[in-house]
Every structure is written in C-alpha cells, then in structure tokens.
C-alpha cells in the first residue's frame, strides 16, 4: 500500500521568508512518480512537479525549489522569499509506474495549509 | 482549452435525492479517477477506470457508482444522498500511470442537506 505524509498542518510565515514543507512517502514499488499540487483558495489543484524515483537530483524553478532524497523517502518543497499569493494548501502525493492493481492511482498526503503575511 | 469538464460546478441536494456528476476528458486518456476531498484531508479515491467498460473500487466507494460507456465520459452517481457525501469532487485522467501526469477538473462542490 502506498502512503504519503505531510505531518505539518498549518504553516505561518511571514512574507519574504523562507519555508519548507514536508513530505514523506511509503511505497513497495521500485519505480513511482511523487507529485506537487497547490489549491489555492479558488479550489482548484495546480500541478507544480513531478519527479520519478530514478531522478534524486534536486530541481529549483523561480522561487520554488524541491528536495527528493529517496534515503529518507522525502520529497520536500521549499519556498523561498515567500509571496502572499503563495497562501494555498500544498498536497504532496505519489502514484506507482505500473498498471498493476491500486498502484498507478494518486495518493494524497492530507495537505498543508501555508498562510503568508503581508 | 482541452482538458477534464466536471459539471455542474456547485449542487444541494436532499437526503435522499440522487444526482449524477458529470465528468468528460477531450484528451485520448485511457485511464479515469474520481476523488472526493473533505475539509482538512487530502483527496481519496472513490472509483478509477483504466479503459471504456472497465471500472473499479478505489478506497471509499461505497454510496457511489460509476460507468465508462465511452474513453471520454466516466460520470460519478450518487443513489441516495447522505449528508456524509458533503465534498468537493474531482475527476482526473492520465494516460497510464505517472509517467504522463495527471489532469484535474475544477470541481464540484456537493452539499445534502
């Protein structure tokens, strides 16, 4: 069975800092894809990554920048110089490389809920 | 712009009425989902198709019923509506698996009353 956790609830943050936010995945398979989504309070769901288990190298776009170490089975986001139009929730979520029965679906972590301050 | 039309975007339903979500993808994707989002959870699989004609139980499937008659359609039913199925509803479709991605609907917001 797969599993992902994002253990941070709600996160505050004052704007311009920095902030992470966490994910840890449990998977049997040897090839997956981990995931980035953010709902904004509009409530749609933005992808942002994708990343599959063979690829450990870390990638930046703009101010968004991502952490896959698959030693420690977590994929975490960082955001730097945080924006208030960041404030969304972020789901960190997994899906298996193989049609094989309940693998290829998503699954979710339950979210984290970043609020930026002017 | 192609992509993955949920209608309607909003609905209030009775305890008891039923209604059908519709969910309609232009992309060529063989595989289809439907998850339901509940406040401060992620999203959980309801039911997934991997072709026309071929439909089965994702994690919380009871209360609901799919069919796939076409590559493009997979609409969502509710028989009898219960007030536990309040959520916001997503369909997605992808290609196979993650290798391609993921496409989401924009939603639809269900509450019974």
């Known amino acids: 069975a797969q599993k992902v956790t994002q253990a941070q609830t709600e996160i505050s943050v004052v704007e311009k800092e920095d902030v992470t936010l966490d994910c840890v995945y449990e998977t049997r398979d040897t090839t997956y894809y981990l995931f980035w989504y953010k709902q904004p309070p509009s409530g749609e769901l933005v992808f942002l990554i994708r990343?599959?288990?063979?690829?450990?190298q870390n990638e930046i776009s703009g101010r968004y920048s991502w952490n896959f170490q698959k030693s420690t089975s977590s994929f975490n986001f960082t955001i730097t110089a945080s924006q208030v139009v960041d404030s969304a929730v972020y789901f960190c979520?997994?899906?298996?490389?193989?049609?094989?029965?309940?693998?290829?679906?998503?699954?979710f972590g339950k979210g984290t809920k970043l609020s930026v301050i002017p | 712009n192609a992509g993955v039309t949920q209608t309607p975007k909003f609905r209030i339903l009775k305890i008891g009425q039923s209604m059908t979500l519709q969910c309609a993808q232009d992309?060529?994707?063989?595989?289809m989902y439907w998850y339901r989002q509940d406040p401060g959870m992620g999203l959980k699989l309801i039911y997934y198709?991997?072709?026309?004609?071929?439909?089965d139980k994702g994690e919380v499937p009871n209360g609901y019923n799919v069919s796939r008659s076409t590559t493009e359609d997979f609409p969502l039913r509710l028989e009898l509506a219960a007030p536990s199925q309040t959520s916001v509803y997503f369909c997605a479709s992808s290609y196979a698996t993650g290798i391609h991605g993921y496409t989401f609907g924009s939603g639809t917001r269900l509450t019974v009353v």
């Open positions: 992309m060529n994707h063989n595989y």
């Open positions: 198709s991997v072709g026309a004609g071929i439909t």
């Open positions: 990343r599959n288990s063979f690829d450990e």
């Open positions: 979520a997994l899906s298996g490389a193989y049609s094989g029965a309940g693998s290829y679906q998503l699954t």
